[in-house]
């Protein structure tokens, strides 16, 4: 389930015109290289999963940066509001989109950031909340555990 939806939301932010990166990496590697293009979006592959009082609902937590590059033709508000609307053109589209039905944008935060790494990347952290339907088979789950031999130490 996990896989599948974060494909699907990688392969929409790649849809978006201004995007030119797409990453699914731990927010310490973000830039390693320092030459990836610019605008990227990356989810952070540090996500939280949270059970509802709902039944068959979980909640996903995920961390995205959009960056941009500021040069001589940008400033960093410049570069901070392009990131602003990629990320709510983003949450938009996916709220929207009839091929992935059961995702919806419960919640949502946006911070700012500016210098965020040393190539002088600037633009937005957003914390979304999903709903998404729990993956559990409440039919099937028992046949995944079996009785086991206990190891002799």
């Known amino acids: 389930m996990i896989s599948q939806l974060i494909t699907y939301l990688m392969n929409?932010?790649?849809?978006?015109?201004?995007?030119?990166?797409?990453?699914?990496?731990?927010?310490?590697?973000?830039?390693?290289?320092?030459?990836?293009?610019?605008?990227?979006?990356?989810?952070?592959?540090?996500?939280?999963?949270?059970?509802?009082?709902?039944?068959?609902?979980?909640?996903?937590?995920?961390?995205?940066?959009?960056?941009?590059?500021?040069?001589?033709?940008?400033?960093?508000?410049?570069?901070?509001?392009?990131?602003?609307?990629i990320g709510l053109d983003f949450i938009e589209y996916i709220n929207n989109?009839?091929?992935?039905?059961?995702?919806?944008?419960?919640?949502?935060?946006?911070?700012s950031f500016s210098e965020y790494t040393d190539d002088n990347a600037s633009g937005i952290r957003m914390t979304l909340q999903l709903v998404v339907p729990s993956p559990v088979n409440l039919c099937e789950y028992k046949d995944n555990f079996i009785v086991k031999e206990e190891d002799v130490v």
Do not use: M, P
């Open 97 to 111: 989109d009839v091929e992935f039905y059961n995702l919806e944008v419960r919640d949502y935060s946006i911070a």
């Open 12 to 85: 929409t932010a790649k849809k978006h015109k201004a995007v030119n990166y797409v990453g699914y990496k731990r927010e310490i590697n973000i830039n390693d290289q320092n030459n990836t293009k610019y605008y990227q979006f990356i989810i952070d592959s540090e996500s939280l999963l949270e059970k509802q009082i709902v039944e068959g609902i979980l909640t996903l937590r995920l961390n995205i940066d959009i960056l941009g590059f500021v040069n001589s033709g940008s400033t960093v508000l410049d570069i901070q509001d392009t990131a602003l609307h």
